[in-house]
């Protein structure tokens, strides 16, 4: 995964759209335009106590002067979006880097997207290009009420009827199989809650869509409150020299101490800086971002290991 | 807290990194060795085009108008003065790097076509401290020279990396082969700005 450069934005403005989700537009204080993107791309945000958090970015893809980001409060979280809403107003600094994206459109004849509270940043985006494009697509979005709907009015501007709301003060409850049968042509996008794309993967499967056609982003490493981990060796090909990882550490941390840099960032395996490529060795994938048919040969390090032993494409 | 607290704040907490490990410009294996070859330009008069610094690695680099330089250690506010750099745990001589303004111009006419394109570098992106005219940088490896008030040493011939390549998504890496500047050394520290005359000295100690 490439490295990416880190600027220093200037929040041009600020405000809440939720009480708990505020809403930032960052320029370039020196340069009128930013690293272009794609719909789907985040970003990581740089706090204040060190901390580095994933934003999708949430604006027009194709407006270069600015980036638009979303971070919902999560007083129970991590501590990251609380010190970016005590710290982020209008006229400060934001440490941003360029965009990376783990969830671009697909070739499609149709999108479907089912989206939860805050997990319609990249959603908007993504729905943005497609209204440009005159694309055929659908959103189900999934908020407790029209308060504390992110971006809601901007994501109703853009999608007319194509959008439909399931909020939980009028009683309405997203069914996941709303989704309906895979059509030919067809791609399901997921973002949200780990809840969710759980249960919507699950109905999705169930309806007949290939594991292919679902694409789902999850800012939340996935938990495995079962998992045990257990030490191996980890080789490097270059150099053929042979590192032990013990339970209690990751093979980044390993990687780390024997000198190899590696690029990273949430050191949750969901953000992708950290993968590297692997030979041969059976691994044990943790992480959210890698693909399926990637898995073969890409581990993220930050999170993954393996059964006693692995070559490392390093 | 102030947006300019905040970012101090960032800067001093990035994860914590081993002070660097300069070698002196003399001292690193090519710059001993090139110091008692003699040869290479003389009576060239260069000028000092730019000066960037990154705060820590992967920082975009900003532009100053006036920088000072620390004797056996680097420009002050630079990542490899501060051991913050992508390479700073790595014993090197790198406390100021340089690169010539004809090796971007040459890079931007696509010359020699080792690319479907020209890459046009903007000021900056190259990640050296010292963009320079007129100053024949691949001659200088063992070599003391002057710009405005401060002393260099060439320590070795800099190396384009792939990690530039990554972060500048832009395949700079054969293109900048053989032409990507100097790594030097600090022998007299003091405050150089763009204008600053550039001229090689003769080796006192030598």
Redesign the interface.
């Known amino acids: 995964m ?7 934005l200037k929040v041009e403005a600020a405000r809440l759209t939720t009480p708990k989700v505020l809403h930032l537009r960052l320029v370039h204080p020196l340069k009128p335009e930013l ?1 272009a993107w794609e719909p789907g791309a985040h970003v990581d945000l ?5 901390k580095i958090r994933q934003y999708s970015l949430c604006g027009d893809p194709d407006d270069r002067s600015a980036y638009e980001i979303a971070i919902k409060r999560e007083d129970a979280g991590r501590g990251g979006s609380r010190g970016a809403h ?2 982020l107003s209008e ?3 934001a ?1 941003v ?2 965009p990376r994206n783990n969830f671009p459109l697909q070739q499609a004849d149709r999108h479907l997207f089912v989206v939860g509270g805050i997990g319609v940043t990249p959603v908007l985006a993504m729905v943005r290009r497609l209204s440009a494009q005159g694309a055929d697509f659908r959103v189900d979005f999934c908020a407790p009420s029209e308060h504390d709907a992110p971006l809601l009015p901007e994501l109703r501007a853009i999608c007319g009827e194509r959008l439909r709301t399931w909020l939980s003060s009028d009683g309405a409850r997203f069914d996941p199989r709303e989704i309906g049968r895979a059509q030919e042509g067809d791609q399901l996008y997921v973002c949200g809650p780990q809840r969710l794309l759980e249960a919507v993967r699950a109905a999705a499967v169930e309806l007949g869509w290939p594991e292919a056609r679902i694409h789902a982003e999850a800012f939340q490493a996935t938990l495995d409150e079962n998992f045990k981990p257990e030490p191996f060796d980890a080789t490097l090909a270059s150099t053929g020299e042979t590192l032990h990882v013990p339970a209690d550490r990751s093979l980044l941390d390993v990687l780390r101490d024997h ?1 190899v ?1 590696m690029p990273s960032s949430c050191e949750l395996g969901v953000c992708g800086s950290c993968v590297c490529g692997y030979r041969d060795g059976v691994v044990i994938h943790r992480d959210s971002v890698i693909s399926v048919t990637d898995r073969q040969h890409r581990i993220a390090p930050c999170v993954s290991r393996a059964r006693v032993a692995v070559t490392l494409d390093l | 807290m102030r947006a300019d607290e905040a970012e101090s704040q960032i800067l001093s907490e990035t994860p914590s990194k081993p002070r660097p490990t300069m070698v002196e410009a003399y001292e690193n294996p090519a710059g001993s060795i090139a110091r008692h070859v003699p040869g290479g330009a003389t009576g060239f008069r260069g000028v000092l085009l730019h000066i960037h610094v990154a705060p820590a690695a992967s920082y975009e680099m900003e532009e100053l108008a006036e920088a000072e330089c620390v004797a056996g250690r680097g420009i002050v506010g630079d990542r490899y003065f501060e051991g913050t750099g992508t390479y700073s745990p790595k014993p090197d001589t790198r406390e100021v790097t340089l690169i010539e303004q004809e090796a971007l111009d040459a890079l931007a006419r696509n010359d020699p076509p080792l690319q479907g394109g020209g890459i046009t570098l903007a000021p900056g992106d190259h990640r050296r401290n010292l963009t320079v005219r007129g100053v024949p940088l691949n001659h200088l490896v063992g070599r003391r020279f002057r710009v405005g008030e401060v002393i260099l040493r060439g320590g070795r011939l800099n190396f384009p990396c792939k990690y530039l390549e990554e972060l500048l998504g832009s395949p700079v890496y054969l293109p900048l082969y053989n032409r990507s500047g100097l790594n030097c050394g600090i022998e007299r520290g003091g405050v150089i700005r763009p204008g600053d005359e550039i001229e090689l000295l003769d080796d006192a100690s030598a």
Not at chain 1, 46 to 50: I, K, S, V
Request: charged fraction near 20%; aromatic fraction near 0%.
């Open positions: 490439t490295a990416r450069v880190i600027m220093k690293p740089r706090l204040p106590d060190g005590e710290t006229g400060s600094v440490h880097s360029a000198g840099t």
